[in-house]
């Protein structure tokens, strides 16, 4: 009990944080300052039913990922979503509509969630969900997209739902990022930072960290060069091999050291940008913060999983509540027998205890 008590505190604590450090990036935009003013008050507020919802026996995490579709544009290379056949060409089939999400959305600001992560595929491709988001000016919903679908509309929508915040993905320079991206989508990236820059409209970046660029995208040139394009946020992914042919790139204890190090020189030097590393030093965390302990993840088609990387459900919420799935027999698993928390050699302790995962789903189904 005194764990979780710690748990939610630390959680209260990022979310403040992370709200705190945002006005403080978009201090120069009122309209956005205005914004951000307001949701802290909802911020406040979503705490406070986190903690009523504890006090009560169910631990609510702050953040929630929903990928909403399984398409994409591209074919990144290493992609996680492609390997696992979370994404695929064919016409999706059987996903979740934008009522359905909508939904989920309701239930989650009713049980205090701050943060929906929208990914994909590419989620700007589901304009539908889109815009069913924007209309929970409560939560803020950061949007994990290649950038190559925004247009005029787009940019409209944007700026009448601040809560709608885009993040770019970006490998680095025009190099590293066309390298894993396909050929002209550094340029269309970069084309779309400025026309967020000229709107006024606040943008992040996530930047997938592999052993062959974590020096270059935790550079100064690489920084300043974003926070010139006007970016205020800026999301550090370490790469998760899912062959092992890609297991070369993934961090090492080498790599992680020195981006720990230079992550706390950077947040003190660039203060006006918001920097985040996942999984960052799960040590500090006691262990990692999928599973329901501060995130989880719902699939296109509903299923509740520890995290993207973690593709495992054993409950859908197209057959039972948000709150159902927070509580899921397997997230509950996971945590009791220690797996999120036990030793592991890489940045993923999921996927590389997948089998030890796996047996728990056999065992539940």
Not at 53 to 76: D, K, M, Q, W, Y
Not at 314 to 341: E, R
């Amino acid at each position: 009990m005194q764990e979780q008590f710690d748990l939610q505190k630390h959680i209260e604590q990022g979310v403040e944080k992370i709200v705190a450090d945002t006005l403080r990036a978009t201090l120069k935009n009122p309209r956005e300052s205005a914004f951000m003013m307001k949701f802290a008050a909802a911020s406040r507020k979503a705490s406070k039913l986190r903690l009523k919802n504890e006090r009560e026996g169910l631990h609510v995490p702050g953040f929630l990922i929903a990928s909403i579709t399984s398409s994409c544009n591209l074919h990144c290379a290493g992609c996680y979503s492609r390997c696992n056949n979370a994404t695929v060409d064919a016409e999706p089939v059987k996903q979740l509509t934008s009522r359905e999400w909508l939904s989920i959305f309701e239930e989650a600001e009713a049980l205090g969630i701050s943060f929906i992560l929208l990914a994909g595929g590419e989620p700007m491709l589901r304009r539908d969900i889109i815009e069913a988001a924007g209309k929970m000016q409560n939560i803020i919903f950061p949007i994990f997209t290649n950038g190559t679908f925004l247009n005029e509309r787009y940019f409209q929508l944007l700026d009448s739902c601040r809560n709608l915040i885009p993040v770019l993905s970006i490998e680095g320079g025009r190099e590293a990022t066309n390298a894993r991206r396909g050929e002209g989508v550094y340029e269309q990236v970069a084309e779309n930072m400025e026309l967020f820059r000229k709107n006024g409209l606040i943008f992040g970046a996530s930047i997938t960290v592999t052993t062959e660029n974590y020096r270059e995208v935790m550079s100064h040139a690489f920084l300043d060069a974003l926070t010139e394009k006007g970016c205020k946020l800026v999301i550090y992914v370490e790469f998760v091999p899912v062959t092992e042919e890609a297991s070369c790139l993934a961090p090492g204890d080498v790599e992680r050291a020195y981006m720990a190090e230079t992550m706390d020189t950077l947040r003190r030097q660039y203060d006006e940008l918001v920097l985040l590393s996942f999984p960052g030093d799960e040590l500090a965390m006691g262990g990692c913060m999928a599973a329901g302990r501060e995130f989880f993840h719902i699939n296109s088609h509903g299923g509740a999983e520890p995290c993207p990387f973690s593709p495992y459900s054993d409950i859908n919420v197209k057959d039972t509540s948000l709150k159902a799935a927070i509580a899921s027999p397997l997230f509950q698993k996971l945590q009791a027998q220690g797996v999120l928390s036990g030793e592991h050699v890489g940045g993923c302790v999921l996927y590389e205890k997948r089998r030890q995962v796996e047996a728990l789903v056999s065992a539940i189904n």
